[in-house]
Structures are given as structure tokens and as C-alpha cells.
């Protein structure tokens, strides 16, 4: 996202609404390299590991919303994404921010497994990228990390079939 959160189309709404339950569409990019690991960021407002991942702008596609969050939290520019999985669930994808808002996303899954750039964290969004095997992913993670994982593996063993979760 550019500039400040406030200056985000989330932020206005939140102006308006305050912490109120509020339903979002979203994208989570799930960046896995030739060995077979999984790029993280350390997110800067729960502190836990996370997919690059953000709320769609007014006037911006699932696609930019993916290229935009991937690029400002992690460093990268993709220059393929697949959509493999949509996450809506009404209990597994209710988010409670420290801050007490909380936000249900509906998130579009895409894959990228080509890309330009070195990983880095923005400082504020992300506070480190890091790369971790599909096995031994961080204990301190969110709860989308496990649930979007399953989604790809299992697209991937059903040879390319989207998956609903």
C-alpha cells in the first residue's frame, strides 16, 4: 500500500465504521522457489510469519492487489502469479488485530514461482522475509499460512484443480 494505512481505502472505512467487523477482498501470494521453500514475512502488526498479503484498493484488480502487497512487503516483482485457491471462511479467516479491528477476508491464493529481486522487509509491514522449507515452517505463524498451503498442495496432487477453502 502507498502512503499510510489512514490513506488506505481500509483506513477511510475505518474512519467511518471504527473496529467493526468488515468484510474485505484480498490476495495472499504464496512464493515458492526452486528448492521447494516458501517465502514468509514477518508481519509488523500481529508479529507472527505470514504470506505477502493486503485489502484491494477501490479501482484495483485481485491481480495488482497480489503484485502490489508481494512487491511492498517482500521486495519482489512477479512476473507470473496463478490463482490456485479463494479463502472466505467465516471463522478461519476472521482476523482480530491487535488494535481490536477485526476484518473477515475473502482471498484470492495465487502461486509465484517467478519473480525478480532479492527479498527484503519494508520495516513497517514486513519486519523480515524469510525463506523456509514446506516442513519446518515457524511455529509463530498465522493461522492462513497452514490452511493456504494445504490449498496449493492438494491443487497441485489434483493436477491444477482450484480450490475452494
Excluded at 477511510?12 to 501470494?29: T, W
Excluded at 504464496?30 to 508481519?43: A, M
Aim: hydrophobic content about 40%; overall charge negative.
Amino acid at each position: 500500500m502507498s502512503g499510510a494505512f489512514a490513506d488506505s481505502y481500509l483506513g477511510k472505512l475505518r474512519g467511518v465504521i471504527g473496529s467493526r467487523p468488515v468484510l474485505m477482498p484480498g490476495a495472499r501470494v504464496i512464493v515458492e522457489d526452486g528448492e521447494g521453500r516458501v517465502l514468509l514475512i514477518k508481519r509488523g502488526d500481529m508479529k507472527l510469519w505470514g504470506w505477502p498479503a493486503g485489502s484491494a484498493e477501490i479501482g484495483q484488480s485481485i491481480e495488482e492487489t497480489a503484485r502490489q502487497e508481494l512487491l511492498e512487503e517482500a521486495g519482489l516483482t512477479a512476473h507470473r502469479l496463478v490463482p490456485v485457491a479463494f479463502s472466505s471462511h467465516p471463522a478461519d479467516d476472521r482476523i482480530l488485530y491487535p488494535n481490536g479491528d477485526v476484518l473477515h477476508a475473502f482471498a484470492m491464493i495465487f502461486h509465484c514461482t517467478e519473480w525478480s529481486g532479492e527479498p527484503r522487509p519494508d520495516g513497517h509491514e514486513s519486519l523480515d522475509v524469510q525463506w523456509f522449507p514446506q516442513d519446518g515452517l515457524p511455529d509463530d505463524r498465522t493461522l492462513a499460512v497452514g490452511r493456504s498451503l494445504g490449498a496449493l498442495q492438494r491443487y497441485k496432487a489434483a493436477g491444477g484443480v482450484f480450490q475452494l477453502i
